[in-house]
């Protein structure tokens, strides 16, 4: 076979340079008298030895290097062996199990006459087990699950008629090559007639396909996953207002920045007639698909109630909603309230947002009135009574909500945006612009506070003008 061609030519190669080399050296010799042995010089002789010897050498190895070519190509890619040589080729260039699948069926199957199982062996699944009369014998692939288990090291093995190891290939029924929990079976009538160095070569490219298969596999499943996310996130921002709409005396402005393609943050602002208009944010806890699922109840169930003024029923609507999912872990923060143009005035709940506010023009400067929080979490625990409140309006006052990724932003020093006088002199020098103006100005301000690196949550905002036309 091929390995013993290639032990044979080298040593007769090298024989026949020895040989070369000594009738050379004696050839060379200077014919020189005993009693002339002062006058004796080696160096000519041994040097043009030498070089002589060098080119037989090089002679000889790219004669060797030729015959070895050939004796590859007559051991590999003829007679028998060729059909495994093909089908390595072949499997050179499968990326996908399919591919893999039309290489077993046109080479190893129609071709060569060889039945394959192709089995995952944690679970006995069976990706692929060839349709011809070699494959369907009686027990065949019980047996070979008996006798090779999952735990099986990995590696090629030759079996005989009852499916029991040799270490002859020559005896051989087929072979199994065992990789990564997966075990590929090859039952073949004539597997003496396989050149030995053909299976290290399979087996080596049998773990490529293997990792090639797996990569592509879990790129395609990003791929995917990537395309679910991103229809979710455009399903996730329908909920939101597309246009801030037209309220009479009112001017409204919002900003939405999620740290990932979906967020657990809404807001949303609903005319109930032309007085009174409905305002809500609020923040899911959590990130992710969970949180973005919670968000989109939140939104739907405010949504369909009627009667947006009933500030208590819509709490307790939503907290029976995000419950009814049994999430375990999931509630939401928030603020609603009811703005009321002709009364001046704005009734809200503030289910323990921390951030709401009203700016307010004074004759020193702008002041800020907090919307204190009056009612729990929802979502997760039992809530009582809901309480609503109440304040003031006046022409020019500015109402500000905002999800915690404004406030808490930090600074290099791990200081708190909301904790700083910077955040609260924007605000007041921001106070008599139009809203999109002032929303800039914070959104700046948070992006710039931050370094410019990457923010660690979702950022949200939400501002209504009250006073003019």
Same mark, same amino acid.
């Given at each position: 076979?091929?390995? +013993?061609?290639? %032990?044979?030519?080298?040593?007769?190669?090298?024989?026949?340079?020895?040989?070369? *080399?000594?009738?050379?050296?004696?050839?060379?010799?200077?014919?020189?008298?005993?009693?002339?042995?002062?006058?004796?010089? &080696?160096?000519?002789?041994?040097?043009? +030895?030498?070089? =002589?010897?060098?080119?037989?050498?090089?002679?000889?190895?790219?004669?060797?290097?030729?015959?070895?070519?050939?004796? #590859?190509?007559?051991?590999?890619?003829?007679?028998?062996?060729?059909?495994?040589?093909?089908?390595?080729?072949?499997? %050179?260039?499968?990326?996908?199990?399919? #591919?893999?699948?039309?290489?077993?069926?046109?080479?190893?199957?129609?071709?060569?006459?060889?039945?394959?199982?192709?089995?995952?062996?944690?679970?006995?699944?069976?990706?692929? !087990?060839?349709?011809?009369?070699?494959?369907?014998?009686?027990?065949?692939?019980?047996? =070979?699950?008996? !006798?090779?288990?999952?735990?099986?090291?990995?590696?090629?093995?030759?079996?005989?008629? @009852?499916?029991?190891?040799?270490?002859?290939?020559?005896?051989?029924?087929?072979?199994?090559?065992?990789?990564?929990?997966?075990?590929?079976?090859?039952?073949?009538?004539?597997?003496?007639?396989?050149?030995?160095?053909?299976?290290?070569?399979?087996?080596?490219?049998?773990?490529? *396909?293997?990792?090639?298969?797996?990569?592509?596999?879990?790129?395609?499943?990003?791929?995917?996953?990537?395309? #679910?996310?991103?229809?979710?996130?455009?399903?996730?921002?329908?909920?939101?207002?597309?246009?801030?709409?037209?309220?009479?005396?009112?001017?409204?402005?919002?900003?939405?920045?999620?740290?990932?393609?979906?967020?657990?943050?809404?807001?949303?602002?609903?005319?109930?007639?032309?007085?009174?208009?409905?305002?809500?944010?609020?923040?899911?806890?959590?990130? /992710?698909?969970?949180?973005? =699922?919670?968000?989109?109840?939140?939104? @739907?169930?405010?949504?369909?109630?009627? &009667?947006?003024?009933?500030?208590?029923?819509?709490?307790?609507?939503?907290?029976?909603?995000?419950?009814?999912?049994?999430?375990?872990?999931?509630?939401?923060?928030?603020?609603? /309230?009811?703005?009321?143009?002709?009364?001046?005035?704005?009734?809200?709940?503030?289910?323990?947002?921390?951030?709401?506010?009203?700016? +307010?023009?004074?004759?020193?400067?702008?002041?800020?009135?907090?919307?204190?929080? &009056?009612?729990?979490?929802?979502?997760?625990?039992?809530?009582?009574?809901?309480?609503?409140?109440?304040?003031?309006?006046?022409?020019?006052?500015?109402?500000?909500?905002?999800?915690?990724?404004?406030?808490?932003?930090? &600074?290099?020093?791990?200081?708190?945006?909301?904790? +700083?006088?910077?955040?609260?002199?924007?605000?007041?020098?921001?106070?008599?612009?139009?809203?999109?103006? *002032?929303?800039?100005?914070?959104?700046?301000?948070?992006?710039?506070? @931050?370094?410019?690196?990457?923010?660690?949550?979702?950022?949200?905002?939400?501002?209504?003008?009250?006073? /003019?036309?």
């Amino acid at each position: 076979m091929y390995k +013993t061609r290639r %032990r044979v030519a080298l040593v007769v190669i090298s024989l026949i340079a020895a040989f070369v *080399f000594i009738t050379m050296a004696i050839a060379l010799a200077p014919q020189t008298k005993l009693n002339d042995f002062r006058s004796y010089s &080696n160096a000519f002789p041994v040097t043009v +030895t030498a070089i =002589l010897f060098g080119i037989l050498l090089f002679t000889s190895v790219t004669i060797f290097r030729n015959f070895q070519a050939k004796s #590859e190509a007559k051991a590999l890619k003829t007679g028998a062996t060729f059909y495994i040589t093909k089908f390595i080729d072949k499997l %050179r260039f499968c990326y996908s199990l399919d #591919e893999f699948y039309v290489a077993i069926s046109e080479i190893l199957e129609k071709e060569a006459d060889c039945a394959v199982f192709y089995i995952e062996r944690a679970a006995n699944y069976t990706y692929y !087990n060839s349709p011809n009369k070699i494959s369907q014998e009686a027990g065949m692939m019980e047996k =070979l699950l008996s !006798n090779y288990r999952y735990e099986w090291p990995d590696g090629i093995y030759f079996f005989d008629d @009852n499916c029991s190891l040799v270490s002859d290939s020559r005896k051989a029924r087929g072979f199994f090559m065992a990789s990564n929990g997966e075990h590929f079976y090859l039952l073949c009538r004539y597997i003496y007639l396989f050149d030995d160095e053909i299976y290290p070569r399979l087996y080596e490219e049998f773990m490529r *396909f293997q990792s090639r298969a797996r990569t592509i596999e879990s790129l395609s499943e990003i791929s995917e996953l990537s395309r #679910e996310w991103e229809q979710l996130a455009i399903t996730q921002r329908s909920f939101l207002p597309q246009k801030m709409p037209e309220v009479k005396k009112v001017k409204l402005a919002a900003y939405f920045r999620p740290l990932i393609n979906v967020s657990g943050d809404y807001y949303t602002v609903l005319p109930i007639d032309e007085n009174k208009t409905f305002i809500m944010l609020g923040d899911v806890s959590g990130k /992710g698909m969970a949180a973005a =699922l919670v968000m989109g109840l939140v939104m @739907n169930t405010v949504k369909i109630r009627d &009667n947006k003024e009933d500030l208590p029923g819509m709490i307790y609507a939503v907290d029976a909603a995000i419950k009814s999912m049994h999430l375990q872990d999931k509630y939401t923060v928030l603020f609603m /309230g009811v703005i009321d143009t002709e009364k001046m005035k704005i009734t809200y709940v503030n289910a323990s947002m921390s951030d709401p506010i009203i700016v +307010t023009r004074s004759p020193d400067g702008y002041r800020i009135k907090s919307l204190s929080s &009056n009612c729990s979490i929802v979502g997760i625990i039992p809530i009582d009574d809901v309480q609503v409140a109440e304040q003031r309006l006046f022409s020019g006052d500015l109402i500000f909500m905002s999800s915690d990724g404004v406030s808490e932003v930090m &600074n290099k020093d791990k200081v708190e945006l909301g904790d +700083t006088e910077l955040y609260t002199d924007t605000i007041k020098a921001s106070a008599a612009k139009d809203p999109k103006e *002032f929303i800039d100005d914070i959104a700046n301000l948070v992006l710039s506070y @931050n370094g410019d690196t990457r923010l660690h949550d979702d950022v949200t905002m939400l501002v209504a003008k009250v006073g /003019g036309k």
